[in-house]
């Protein structure tokens, strides 16, 4: 675990990759004194480990805020020792797809949309829906111009893009979602899974997997991986998260 500071109060608490998975996981952290903001729980260990390093430094976790309900973003509220978890209202469009025993042991959930506005210390954060990934995804926006953009960007702990990841029938909203995220021209981007994205480098990130998105909607979703990257010079991760539709 790699814990790095972005700013005054607002941490980066970053893991290598699990298992066969090509990328790693990111817990944020907002303090406010000794108390503490958890965006995203990551597994059970890894939430586990933040929480060790919060009760070390004196800090007790107050709020836990959820960018969408995957696995690899909630499954640390299993071990965490919340009454609540603050999420998008469109949350049981993904808890559906989890077994009634797994949504029993998780805790309630206290709903925010795009009117919520929650203050935590000199954080002021709102939120904007960011569907495509998945249909509950948040861009959560601190301060006005550091936005966690959810799994909208991903990429890998050394910084090699990894490509996009929607239902094909989620692409178009996806893209929207990422078309948005330029109409709010943020400074910094913290990203669920790889380093934050700062300055000029946004516009490029944006970009690019708008470029692959769109060629993929083009192709009907049947498109292949070579078709939808032709002409990239740089590294990328995702062959098995290339968006098509079943035959």
């Given at each position: 675990?790699?814990?790095t500071?972005?700013e005054?109060?607002?941490?980066?608490?970053q893991?290598?990759?699990?298992?066969?998975n090509?990328?790693?996981t990111?817990?944020?952290?907002l303090?406010?004194?000794?108390?503490?903001?958890?965006?995203?729980?990551?597994?059970?260990?890894q939430?586990?480990?933040v929480?060790?390093?919060?009760?070390?430094r004196?800090?007790?976790?107050?709020?836990?805020?959820?960018?969408?309900?995957?696995?690899?973003?909630i499954?640390?509220?299993?071990?965490?020792?919340?009454e609540?978890?603050?999420g998008s209202?469109?949350a049981?469009?993904t808890?559906?797809?989890?077994?009634?025993?797994?949504?029993?042991?998780?805790?309630?959930?206290?709903?925010v949309?795009?009117?919520?506005?929650?203050?935590?210390?000199?954080?002021?954060?709102?939120?904007?829906?960011?569907?495509?990934?998945?249909?509950c995804s948040?861009?959560?926006?601190?301060?006005?111009?550091?936005?966690?953009?959810a799994d909208t960007?991903?990429?890998?702990?050394?910084?090699?893009?990894?490509?996009?990841?929607a239902p094909?029938?989620?692409?178009?909203?996806?893209?929207?979602?990422?078309?948005?995220?330029?109409?709010?021209?943020?400074?910094?981007?913290?990203?669920?899974h790889?380093?934050?994205?700062?300055?000029?480098?946004i516009?490029?990130?944006?970009?690019i997997?708008?470029?692959y998105?769109?060629?993929?909607?083009?192709?009907?979703?049947?498109?292949?991986?070579?078709?939808?990257?032709?002409?990239?010079?740089?590294?990328?991760?995702?062959?098995k998260?290339?968006?098509?539709v079943?035959?």
């Amino acid at each position: 675990m790699n814990r790095t500071k972005i700013e005054q109060g607002l941490f980066l608490y970053q893991f290598p990759p699990v298992d066969e998975n090509a990328y790693g996981t990111n817990i944020y952290v907002l303090l406010d004194g000794d108390e503490a903001f958890m965006l995203d729980t990551g597994f059970e260990e890894q939430a586990d480990a933040v929480l060790a390093d919060l009760h070390a430094r004196g800090c007790a976790l107050k709020h836990v805020l959820a960018s969408h309900f995957h696995g690899d973003h909630i499954s640390g509220l299993l071990v965490l020792p919340m009454e609540e978890v603050l999420g998008s209202e469109r949350a049981e469009e993904t808890l559906a797809k989890y077994p009634a025993d797994v949504i029993a042991q998780l805790p309630a959930l206290r709903k925010v949309n795009e009117e919520t506005v929650l203050q935590f210390g000199r954080f002021t954060l709102t939120f904007r829906f960011a569907p495509g990934h998945s249909p509950c995804s948040l861009f959560t926006i601190i301060n006005e111009k550091t936005i966690h953009v959810a799994d909208t960007i991903i990429a890998a702990n050394d910084d090699t893009l990894i490509l996009p990841w929607a239902p094909f029938e989620e692409v178009e909203a996806h893209n929207r979602s990422l078309e948005l995220l330029k109409e709010l021209a943020p400074d910094v981007l913290l990203l669920g899974h790889g380093n934050f994205i700062y300055g000029e480098a946004i516009a490029e990130e944006i970009a690019i997997r708008q470029e692959y998105l769109q060629r993929v909607l083009d192709g009907g979703g049947k498109i292949s991986l070579e078709e939808a990257t032709a002409g990239w010079v740089r590294p990328f991760l995702g062959g098995k998260w290339h968006i098509h539709v079943e035959e």
